[in-house]
């Protein structure tokens, strides 16, 4: 289990909290400290993976519930009629985001807005969100990191241009919050709404082999 370098100095101050209270005032009162420290720990975690890579299979980018599928028509991107997959994140899901595919990043947007709760339906629109799509050649697609009410930080660790393979780990999203992933119509649908899913394992839609 690994912990990302993002979670450290949310962990360092926990635990510098706890030290001085622990000594200036009372141990007790370290407490809540110490355990706050181990739940960041917890939050920021990656635990290893095998993924298995299949040019046919689109995997989930997050951890979490699905909470919608529906079709979006034409994508600018995608070139093509598509469908969205929303998958909720609790601030107890794995917060790591994964390519759910082999490709090119080709198109990168961030938007700095409103922290909404993650569960309405406007998040997409108007909470901060940051958007990449990935092209493979025969096949596009997005994926947008929606923040939360809680969440006040989008991370990403890529940019245009950067190659991502399947599964690879490419940002993440604090403390509760939901992604969206804009998928070609043609692709058939593997989940349900309120399906749990696992990012870089579950696979959300399948291509037929030509």
């Known amino acids: 289990m690994v912990i990302v370098s993002e979670g450290y100095k949310f962990i360092g101050a926990a635990l510098i909290l706890a030290v001085i209270l622990g000594f200036f005032a009372h141990p007790y009162a370290a407490i809540p400290f110490v355990v706050l420290a181990c739940y ?4 920021f975690r990656s635990p290893a993976r095998e993924i298995v890579q299949d ?10 519930t699905v909470t919608e599928i529906s079709s979006v028509g ?65 096949l596009r697609i997005t ?11 989008i991370v990403s660790w890529v940019t245009l241009d950067d190659r991502l393979r399947q599964g690879d780990i490419y940002g993440m999203i604090r403390f509760g919050s939901c992604l969206e992933i804009v998928m ?8 349900q709404k309120g399906e749990k899913v696992q990012g870089g394992k579950t696979v959300l839609g399948r291509l037929e082999s030509e």
Do not use: T, W
């Open 40 to 43: 960041f720990a917890y939050f």
């Open 55 to 64: 040019v046919n299979h689109i995997l989930s980018p997050a951890d979490g």
């Open 74 to 138: 034409m994508d600018d991107f995608v070139g093509e009629k598509c469908n969205k997959i929303v998958i909720f994140m609790s601030v107890f899901n794995v917060h790591v985001n994964r390519s759910p595919i082999n490709g090119e990043i080709k198109l990168q947007k961030y938007y700095c807005g409103r922290f909404q709760p993650a569960y309405k339906d406007e998040v997409g629109f108007e909470n901060e969100h940051h958007l990449i799509g990935i092209d493979r050649g025969d």
């Open 143 to 153: 994926v947008k990191q929606i923040a939360g009410i809680l969440a006040r930080r």
């Open 184 to 191: 070609p119509e043609r692709a058939a649908i593997l989940v």
